[in-house]
């Protein structure tokens, strides 16, 4: 292990010996109180134009030429900037401290630097919004989700009506790369989609790409949701508990030794099962839903130059569905699934050019569907487990360069069918395929400032996948440009090529999460893209908000789907009559590839401070996909195409104790493939061996997702009452989903039955009806931070 | 379907509706033909009906049939003509010397209907069956309610099959009709060295002591890719999770299937 760090220190003495007489000054800029790591905080020196940012553990490293003092302006929006002046005259290392803004300080304070204008930033198609806006906005029955936000960002579109379905610029909803805590998640969702797993209490900050995307990520083709959870308070023991509709939630933070180490404990628990258990279907079943998760984690810093993490999130759902039967027998069907993540962070400065973060990390996603009937059941499961190794380098030689590099080693180990049958309570579990696969990948990249006015970050990321039998090989170019041809003003460009191995088998339904993840194979190529993005952006400082214009073109090779009338349920069917040999290969043989094209143009106007924050989104989108196996081979729509989608995001700090936030949503609705069509077919009754009508059969016309679902508009409001106590805050909160009652269409039901009239004459009935849910959901929820 | 949209809907139940669509565009009727020949057949019936759109939410189901078309059935050399039975409103002839239905031979039909649309179609009926006595049948179970039949027979025979398993119930609740299980569909890949495994749930077999009828239809490709297709159309009606598709007809001009096949009955006590 020796190896780990004497080479990384052998090699970047080398390289330091190449650049002039300079000095480095670094450090952490913390939160002061919480002492919390802050990330993307700016260290800018005016005279010579140059700047640092912090990373993701709040490091900075900014390298000047010698001199006897250098004036430092250290800002971040939300924050107070502050102004440090440092001896210059050799390396020094310099932690800061920054104080949160008060809401009558925020509003005051024209600007905090120049340097955080979006103009001046080499990102491209990414957004940080702070966590408390999106904690902010109006929620489904007050439950704080920032997944339900994101899908109100440019570029971003949602599955069904309520569900946490995130298709980004065309892409398909797996092809997302959720990070939290760098360990990848699998499964977002909570009760049938509808909530995320994501606790806002927990978390700190995060970083939304969805092009141009850095080389350090790799894996997914459409975006990238990076998501960072809080330390925990290293000065003071804080907590927050929170009563909803829906669940109810508790956070704990502290130190476990002031100013050194802290840890961090958060967890949630629904209770719709309570509720449910009221209702009964109309089979006279009882429903029971619920869910669970927790976060923890803990920190220590064990001295100047290391400090180590340790995470994990745990989560789970149940449904169950029971039907009481007369005696002893009952049925009892039930699904569940859940995902379980640890990550493992060694933090090391080699040197105050040098960061360093070693992980290791592991994840799992695993769900399971059982139907009981009497004393047997039957288990139908399918899990994916990952473990990594990351070792990532952040070498800041000078003020021009931001070099990063590092390998990710992944052993994945999916286990896409597998079936469990109980007699009498003994089970006899077979799993029916294991597939363990390598997952590989070296990057390099540089965020190179040649000018004040020029930033470009560009990257080479090789990477390799290798399930049995098969090794892919990967070289994905990244190139983002952004140039400040005036004041206030700048136009970007970037173009990356993605690789995505590891996919969904998805029908484009419900999103039950039942949905089983498969690597490629000889069989399933890997998929690809490749997106230009071209971007104006202008800032509005004395406003405070920024508008960004951007363009994008993304062809998408090999995406996966199941052929025309496979479905999920076919794997479930297989296995409920113990076909093992045709479930063995049926994955494989059910799905089928094709391309897709997506284009669009994304207006954001975005207003980060002051009393009022918030954005504005506009995007106008085409996404058309072709398989050769599907709709006879035609170009169509795929569900998340929409022409236009319109989305509106507010909130006013009226006082330090009244709070006003609002989402208005207007959009195209989505592709859906409507019945044209029924008839009654006949067949050959084998007894008597003449014709009767067996089943009505729908024609759907020869177009697939033809038809539209109505536009969509939603329009929510909440209300906070905040109040300061003794012993901490109050906050009621009042919110309002969908307040104006639009039928909003979740999905369509097909009819075809039979009656007889006053005549006695047979008639066929038959009816498309449209479910619309949530038209109008009130929610209260308290919550007390301390 | 409606099962996973109610559980959602009554998780919502406050605050959710189900509505019918109205307005929904009057796509043109379409006429549909099904008729199914067989060397055993001494009757040849074909149905005529409509595929009706959903903008018309009642029919009688008698309305559905098509009653005034002429339909010719033609092996090459002769053609007969289909005459309308008004007790089920199926087109008919006798088989008769003159015009059997034979092994290797193609068929066509053609149906005009009075506003002039027309509907052809052809098949060839399968070349070689199987007879009931060169079938091996093995059969066990799994557990008390799976029952595996493994049906065996010489090589080279035709390569689509389709299998309607039937079981009666006895005892209390024998009302002595059939009650059918889950049809299935075998080909190519599906059916190893001429013998085909098939199995399914029976809910407590041993118990109630049923009486299994499989019967085992030697189709060609029309009779089985149309019988596949209409199945799986039909299941996904009841799957949320699935894309819609569509059957696959072999009718020139409008939907159904024109197709040959030869039944064989197996009788299996257990």
């Known amino acids: ?518 690597p490629s194979t000889p069989k399933i190529p890997p998929q690809n893209s490749r997106q230009f993005t071209f971007g104006l952006t202008r800032d509005f400082t004395e406003k405070k908000f920024s508008i960004e214009l951007e363009v994008y073109s993304k062809r998408m090779k090999n995406i996966l789907s199941f052929r025309d009338g496979a479905s999920i349920l076919s794997l479930v069917s297989l296995f409920r009559d113990r076909d093992f040999t045709s479930a063995r290969i049926l994955w494989e043989d059910l799905s089928t590839y094709g391309v897709g094209n997506s284009r669009g143009l994304e207006l954001f106007i975005h207003k980060k401070t002051g009393k009022l924050t918030g954005w504005t989104s506009y995007t106008l989108s085409k996404t058309i996909y072709q398989f050769q196996e599907l709709n006879s081979g035609q170009r169509f729509f795929p569900i998340q195409d929409r022409r236009h989608q319109l989305s509106m995001v507010g909130g006013y700090q009226h006082s330090k104790r009244v709070k006003f936030s609002a989402n208005f949503v207007l959009k195209t609705g989505n592709p859906v493939t409507l019945p044209k069509l029924s008839y009654d077919k006949f067949n050959i009754d084998p007894f008597t061996n003449r014709p009767t009508a067996s089943l009505a059969v729908i024609d759907y016309g020869n177009q697939r997702n033809d038809s539209r679902t109505p536009i969509y508009n939603r329009l929510d409001l909440s209300m906070q009452l905040i109040k300061q106590k003794k012993r901490g805050q109050r906050t009621w909160e009042f919110g309002f989903y969908n307040i104006m009652g639009s039928k909003n269409v979740f999905s369509y039901e097909v009819n075809i039955n039979g009656k007889f009239n006053e005549n006695k004459e047979y008639i066929r009935t038959k009816t498309i009806n449209a479910a619309s849910l949530m038209l109008f959901i009130p929610s209260i929820s308290y919550s007390f931070k301390f | 379907m409606t099962k996973y949209i109610g559980i959602i809907v009554l998780l919502f139940s406050f605050n959710s509706c189900i509505e019918e669509i109205d307005g929904l565009s009057n796509t043109p009727e379409e006429l549909v033909l099904h008729c199914y020949i067989s060397p055993s057949d001494t009757l040849i019936s074909a149905v005529l009906s409509r595929a009706t759109s959903f903008a018309m939410n009642e029919i009688k189901f008698n309305d559905l049939f098509v009653k005034d078309a002429h339909i010719t059935m033609s092996d090459g050399n002769l053609e007969k003509q289909l005459v309308l039975n008004p007790k089920n409103n199926f087109y008919e002839f006798k088989v008769s010397n003159d015009f059997k239905i034979e092994k290797g031979k193609t068929y066509s039909i053609k149906a005009v209907a009075k506003d002039g649309k027309v509907l052809t179609s052809s098949c060839t009926v399968p070349l070689k069956s199987i007879k009931q006595e060169e079938i091996e049948v093995e059969k066990s179970f799994r557990g008390s309610d799976f029952v595996d039949i493994r049906l065996k027979w010489p090589s080279n025979r035709t390569s689509f099959y389709v299998l309607r398993p039937y079981f009666y119930y006895s005892g209390i609740r024998s009302k002595n009709l059939p009650t059918s299980h889950t049809i299935q569909f075998f080909s190519g890949a599906d059916i190893e060295s001429d013998k085909i495994t098939s199995n399914y749930f029976t809910n407590d077999l041993i118990n109630n002591q049923r009486r299994n009828i499989v019967f085992l239809y030697v189709a060609d490709e029309n009779f089985y890719t149309y019988s596949k297709s209409t199945e799986l159309n039909s299941n996904n009606q009841d799957d949320p999770f699935a894309q819609p598709v569509n059957a696959k007809h072999n009718i020139n001009g409008g939907f159904g299937c024109f197709g040959a096949y030869y039944t064989i009955r197996l009788d299996l006590d257990f």
């Open chain 1, 1 to 518: 292990m020796k190896w780990i760090v004497v080479a990384p220190v052998v090699f970047f003495s080398f390289i330091n010996s190449l650049f002039g007489q300079n000095i480095t000054i670094s450090g952490f800029v913390r939160e002061q109180g919480s002492r919390e790591s802050i990330a993307g905080a700016i260290i800018f020196n005016a005279d010579l134009k140059i700047a640092s940012h912090t990373n993701a553990y709040g490091f900075y490293s900014l390298t000047v030429s010698r001199a006897d003092t250098i004036d430092l302006q250290v800002s971040l929006m939300g924050y107070q900037t502050l102004l440090i002046n440092v001896a210059a005259r050799k390396d020094y290392k310099m932690d800061v401290s920054m104080a949160p803004l008060s809401l009558e300080l925020e509003t005051v304070t024209i600007t905090s630097s120049e340097q955080e204008k979006k103009s001046l930033s080499p990102k491209i198609s990414t957004i940080n919004v702070p966590i408390q806006h999106l904690k902010d906005s109006p929620s489904l029955l007050g439950e704080k989700d920032i997944l339900k936000a994101i899908q109100l960002l440019p570029g971003v579109q949602s599955g069904t009506e309520g569900s946490n379905g995130l298709f980004v610029r065309g892409g398909g909803s797996d092809q997302n790369l959720i990070l939290m805590d760098e360990a990848k998640v699998y499964n977002f969702s909570h009760l049938f989609g509808f909530f995320s797993i994501f606790n806002g209490d927990a978390l700190k900050c995060l970083e939304f790409i969805k092009g141009g995307f850095p080389a350090r990520y790799g894996g997914r083709l459409s975006s990238v949701l990076d998501v960072q959870m809080k330390e925990g308070n290293k000065s003071a023991t804080h907590g927050e508990v929170g009563v909803g509709l829906i669940s109810s939630r508790i956070t704990l933070e502290g130190p476990l030794k002031k100013d050194k180490s802290s840890y961090i404990i958060s967890a949630r628990r629904s209770y719709p099962d309570l509720l449910l258990s009221l209702a009964k279907t109309p089979s006279g079943a009882s429903l029971k839903s619920n869910f669970y998760d927790v976060n923890a984690k803990v920190n220590f810093e064990l001295n100047k130059n290391n400090r180590l993490f340790f995470s994990t999130y745990l989560g789970k759902d149940n449904l169950f569905e029971r039907v009481n039967k007369k005696g002893d027998e009952y049925r009892n069907m039930g699904f569940s699934w859940g995902n379980k993540t640890g990550t493992l962070r060694w933090n090391h400065l080699f040197s105050p050019k040098v960061f360093s973060n070693m992980s290791v990390i592991y994840s799992n996603f695993n769900y399971e569907l059982e139907n009981t009937i009497g004393s047997s059941s039957q288990i139908y499961s399918s899990r994916l487990n990952e473990l990594s190794l990351k070792y990532d380098f952040d070498y800041l030689p000078n003020a021009k360069h931001d070099i990063r590099f590092g390998i990710n080693l992944s052993r994945l180990n999916f286990v896409p069918n597998s079936a469990a049958f109980k007699e009498d309570g003994v089970p006899d579990r077979q799993e029916i395929e294991r597939v363990n696969a390598f997952d590989g990948a070296i990057y390099v990249e540089d965020i190179y400032t040649p000018t004040s006015k020029v930033v470009i970050n560009y990257g080479l990321r090789l990477a390799m996948f290798a399930p049995s039998q098969k090794t892919y090989t990967f070289v994905e170019p990244r190139l983002a440009i952004n140039y400040n041809f005036i004041k206030n003003w700048s136009v970007k460009g970037a173009y990356s090529v993605m690789n995505q191995p590891i996919q969904l088998l998805t029908n484009n339904g419900l999103g039950l999460s039942v949905d089983v993840w498969v």
